[in-house]
C-alpha cells in the first residue's frame, strides 16, 4: 500500500448555466443579458474549477515531498520532526507533521546506573 497522498479530479469541467433558465416571458434585449450573464458566470465558475484542481495537486505534492523527505530521514537512524502545512484557496489548512524521537536519555541512565553499581559491588568485595 502506498503513503502517497491521493488526488481527485472528478471535478466535471462541463458548466453549462442556462439549463433549466425560462427565458420565454423576457424581451431580446433581456434575454441577451441573461445569456452574457450566463457566459461569464461560466468562465468565472470555469477558471475557480481549474484553479482549485491546481491547487489540490500542488498540496498532495508538497505532502508526497514531506512524506518522502521522511523516509530518507528516517534511513539514517537520527531524530527529526518535519512538518509542512498548505493554504487553501477556500481558507482551508492542510498540516503534515512527521517526527521521530528515540528515548537515548533514558539508556544512558540505565548505564550511569550499571556503572554506579558495579564500583559499589566491587569496593564491597
Given amino acids: ?3 502517497e497522498v491521493a488526488t481527485r ?3 466535471g469541467t462541463s458548466l453549462d448555466l442556462t439549463k433549466g433558465l425560462n427565458l420565454a416571458g423576457l424581451q431580446e434585449d433581456q434575454k441577451q443579458a441573461v445569456l452574457e ?3 461569464m458566470e461560466t ?3 470555469g477558471s475557480y474549477i481549474a484553479h482549485q484542481k491546481v491547487d489540490i495537486e500542488a498540496s498532495a505534492a508538497k505532502q508526497n515531498q514531506v512524506i518522502r523527505t ?3 530521514l528516517e534511513e539514517g537512524h537520527s531524530d527529526f520532526d518535519v512538518s509542512d502545512g498548505h493554504q487553501h484557496a477556500d481558507g482551508g489548512r492542510t498540516e503534515i507533521s512527521v517526527s521521530r524521537h528515540t528515548n537515548n536519555g533514558f539508556l544512558v541512565v540505565i548505564v550511569i546506573i550499571g556503572i554506579v553499581l558495579i564500583l559499589v559491588l566491587a569496593k564491597a568485595l
Fill in 1 to 3: 500500500m502506498s503513503n
Fill in 43 to 45: 468562465i468565472n465558475l
Fill in 70 to 72: 521522511a523516509r530518507l
Fill in 37 to 39: 450573464r450566463a457566459a
Fill in 9 to 11: 479530479n472528478d471535478v
